[in-house]
């Protein structure tokens, strides 16, 4: 299988494509617009053109090496066919009605599995909205507003595409982006262990963000994660009993959840337990130094969500140390009587000083990872330039949660993500994701 | 105390009031602007104006019930006892360095609750940011941008004003408000038990909203929320050992959560564990109605986020019942061959019939709470009509889960909610609400 197919197609024919709006052909003839290659619509019952782009009759008629089958589950079969005769290398078959259905759509997809393996074709799907590789404005799907995806260095994996989009959305909501995502669906031949390699090896990509319902090829799925140099985050649904549910979802098998969560117990891999904290995650292994322990050293402007961070880290691997001498001095220098000067360090309100104070902690000796708490004050703004000297020359993670009317800190907001600083709008989130960065430092070699 | 005293001042003293933009005195000042009633700037040290209102000498020469305090905390007692013998009756003190430093601090706050004892004054704080009615323009706090808070139907009461703070902003980022928003701070004498009966006075309060670290009048508290016919919701920090941090912050003492959790299992009470969580259950508990029971109905779009809700409905005290074969009938009918008839219902893309879809699930009479998932699709937009008859005509709280580019889905997010659907932007948050709701209904009589 050549997953590579889907990052750099030659040419790609959509087949089943309609100028009529609402209709998935047309919704993935709009998006497939941006990609700068050629597009063929192929339908044998239209004319004229969509978009600019000429109809024709079959997919022979074209020189592609992708289709997007926009086509009804029982004339997948026939389209695929097509499409290997025609040399077609990889499809994306967004129709449901296959394996998840059980009866003879299971049969459905035993013959496109058939047609796939005697042509050779990789097929993504079926029953999936697709995949977006955004940098390169390529769009394989029917998703309305899917362009407004944002670019970024998160690579999305998802058995199903409605999380990988919903995901990509909430990416793009807090100013990042997707290196890539794709939808898994029924996994027809392209599962987890094919696209995770493929993500690794993508130099866009600085974390692996999957989620997973359940799949026979579990252990090609963990050791494509354990091999893996990029980090990896899973969100594996299935906590509790919804077997049936997932089967006729992306025909999922059931299974123990402790499979996964025991084949992520090493460096480097994550599980999470939300679709906010998988995003979370993959914000902070993407931009984040690799922390040298679990010792966390917390700097706020408000000590009320400060102790929420402190009392949900509390609950996880984190360690609060004390603070050396030598800072707690630089501290008593900067900040003479503030409220607390053991760790956490509590400023009391936001202060020009605030940054120093970040600062010394952050340069403390027994500090790995820095949690800073801080509500947004015009007058003083984000200490975004300490924060600048501090991604120079101290190589920790520094995670920021915010607080704030949303345009008021916007600018600084991206201004600390630009150093390598991500930031959080709630204290619980600030202090997810530093436990998420101790958990990828902690488990099993 | 008449914590009322705090709704409707007549004249507002801001001791120590200043012109220089970044001190305390001048934020003070620059947000009471808006104050529909006489404001005097006191401070001997200054002369003529700040922002159109005279300094004057002394709280003697003016005529006013209300003391914005903005003095540093040695100063509080002196400032305190001559607002008692200028009749004041109410004052926030801002500073910190009272009974949450010890030593000195804790003499000094003994001496002030003595002072406010003496002259039957009510003070909020000290340690606090203060206080804000977004529907009275009336800010008593010395945040910046306080006054974009939105107004609403939540009412905050917090010992740490940073968490009422932040949960403000919040709450305005997703297109709610609050009703009033209380920072207790050291609480000399105004404690949870006085605010949470003004809220449940307050006509524009829905849902009391909580934030609690912990309090030597637990008694009275529980007492208070017990008898409140307006439902509240608490966020009880401390699961772990958070004691030194937290007595150092609003001297809170030590206490095991489990007071408080026993306390609140009884219906129209609800505890949870995340600032997020308290800001949607308090969206949700103020605008919906009262469900019947704990069974809930799912409708989703896309399957892979219904089932992530369902899933973490599992770990609740949800139930899932079969739908009635009248109901399953009319879906066979809107829905010929949807993916999964069951509860949950997966259409498995937005089409036209989602709202006969969720319409049907809604009027099922073994359905007392609906979920819903929809990724946003511009050609259908959200079912808003369908909603509004339901919401007319059935008694039930639907909970509509959205998904997509903000600005795409802001006008219909909105919509839903004037009809009293609580929106949520994740598949864990909706459930999370759905789970509140159920909470709610449930515990001891």
Same mark, same amino acid.
């Given at each position: 299988m050549r997953v590579t197919d889907f990052f750099d197609p030659d040419g790609i024919a959509v087949i089943g494509a309609s100028k009529t709006p609402g209709k998935l052909g047309n919704d993935a003839m709009t998006n497939i617009r941006t990609y700068d290659g050629d597009v063929f619509p192929v339908n044998p019952s239209s004319e004229g053109s969509v978009y600019g782009y000429e109809f024709v009759d079959s997919v022979h008629d074209v020189d592609a090496d992708l289709a997007l089958c926009c086509v009804p589950s029982p004339v997948v079969p026939e389209v695929l066919e097509e499409c290997g005769q025609a040399g077609v290398g990889a499809a994306v078959i967004f129709a449901g009605g296959f394996a998840e259905m059980g009866g003879e759509g299971a049969a459905f997809q035993d013959e496109i599995a058939s047609i796939a393996d005697e042509y050779d074709i990789t097929v993504l799907g079926p029953n999936t909205a697709g995949y977006a590789i955004p940098h390169k404005d390529l769009y394989g799907s029917f998703v309305p507003r899917i362009r407004e995806v944002g670019t970024g260095n998160v690579g999305i994996v998802a058995q199903s595409a409605g999380v990988a989009i919903t995901s990509s959305f909430h990416l793009t909501r807090e100013g990042y982006g997707v290196s890539a995502m794709f939808g898994l669906g029924n996994r027809v031949n392209t599962e987890f262990a094919d696209v995770i390699p493929a993500l690794d090896d %993508?130099?866009?990509?600085d974390a692996i963000v999957v989620h997973v319902e359940g799949t026979e090829d579990v252990d090609d799925f963990l050791a494509a994660c354990r091999e893996s140099d990029t980090p990896v985050v899973a969100l594996k649904v299935g906590e509790h009993d919804i077997a049936d549910f997932a089967q006729a979802h992306t025909a999922a098998p059931a299974q123990d959840n402790a499979v996964y969560e025991d084949g992520f117990d090493r460096p480097g891999l994550v599980t999470v337990s939300s679709t906010t904290e998988l995003i979370d995650t993959g914000r902070v292994l993407a931009d984040s130094p690799t922390p040298d322990g679990p010792n966390v050293g917390i700097v706020t402007a408000q000590a009320g969500p400060g102790i929420i961070a402190t009392d949900y880290l509390k609950g996880t691997g984190a360690e609060f140390p004390d603070l050396t001498e030598e800072t707690r001095e630089r501290l008593d220098e900067i900040?003479?009587?503030?409220?607390?000067?053991?760790?956490?360090? %509590?400023?009391g309100r936001p202060m020009p000083e605030f940054g120093e104070a970040i600062d010394a902690v952050a340069r403390d000796d027994n500090v790995d990872i820095v949690l800073v708490y801080e509500i947004y004050e015009d007058s003083l703004g984000y200490p975004v330039d300490e924060l600048e000297a501090l991604a120079e020359e101290v190589d920790k993670p520094i995670c920021f949660t915010v607080a704030g009317p949303d345009h008021a800190l916007e600018d600084e907001r991206r201004a600390m993500e630009a150093l390598g600083i991500p930031t959080f709008d709630t204290p619980e989130r600030g202090a997810q994701a530093v436990a998420a960065l101790i958990e990828s430092v902690s488990g099993d070699e």
């Amino acid at each position: 299988m050549r997953v590579t197919d889907f990052f750099d197609p030659d040419g790609i024919a959509v087949i089943g494509a309609s100028k009529t709006p609402g209709k998935l052909g047309n919704d993935a003839m709009t998006n497939i617009r941006t990609y700068d290659g050629d597009v063929f619509p192929v339908n044998p019952s239209s004319e004229g053109s969509v978009y600019g782009y000429e109809f024709v009759d079959s997919v022979h008629d074209v020189d592609a090496d992708l289709a997007l089958c926009c086509v009804p589950s029982p004339v997948v079969p026939e389209v695929l066919e097509e499409c290997g005769q025609a040399g077609v290398g990889a499809a994306v078959i967004f129709a449901g009605g296959f394996a998840e259905m059980g009866g003879e759509g299971a049969a459905f997809q035993d013959e496109i599995a058939s047609i796939a393996d005697e042509y050779d074709i990789t097929v993504l799907g079926p029953n999936t909205a697709g995949y977006a590789i955004p940098h390169k404005d390529l769009y394989g799907s029917f998703v309305p507003r899917i362009r407004e995806v944002g670019t970024g260095n998160v690579g999305i994996v998802a058995q199903s595409a409605g999380v990988a989009i919903t995901s990509s959305f909430h990416l793009t909501r807090e100013g990042y982006g997707v290196s890539a995502m794709f939808g898994l669906g029924n996994r027809v031949n392209t599962e987890f262990a094919d696209v995770i390699p493929a993500l690794d090896d %993508d130099p866009r990509t600085d974390a692996i963000v999957v989620h997973v319902e359940g799949t026979e090829d579990v252990d090609d799925f963990l050791a494509a994660c354990r091999e893996s140099d990029t980090p990896v985050v899973a969100l594996k649904v299935g906590e509790h009993d919804i077997a049936d549910f997932a089967q006729a979802h992306t025909a999922a098998p059931a299974q123990d959840n402790a499979v996964y969560e025991d084949g992520f117990d090493r460096p480097g891999l994550v599980t999470v337990s939300s679709t906010t904290e998988l995003i979370d995650t993959g914000r902070v292994l993407a931009d984040s130094p690799t922390p040298d322990g679990p010792n966390v050293g917390i700097v706020t402007a408000q000590a009320g969500p400060g102790i929420i961070a402190t009392d949900y880290l509390k609950g996880t691997g984190a360690e609060f140390p004390d603070l050396t001498e030598e800072t707690r001095e630089r501290l008593d220098e900067i900040l003479p009587g503030i409220t607390y000067t053991e760790n956490p360090v %509590d400023t009391g309100r936001p202060m020009p000083e605030f940054g120093e104070a970040i600062d010394a902690v952050a340069r403390d000796d027994n500090v790995d990872i820095v949690l800073v708490y801080e509500i947004y004050e015009d007058s003083l703004g984000y200490p975004v330039d300490e924060l600048e000297a501090l991604a120079e020359e101290v190589d920790k993670p520094i995670c920021f949660t915010v607080a704030g009317p949303d345009h008021a800190l916007e600018d600084e907001r991206r201004a600390m993500e630009a150093l390598g600083i991500p930031t959080f709008d709630t204290p619980e989130r600030g202090a997810q994701a530093v436990a998420a960065l101790i958990e990828s430092v902690s488990g099993d070699e």
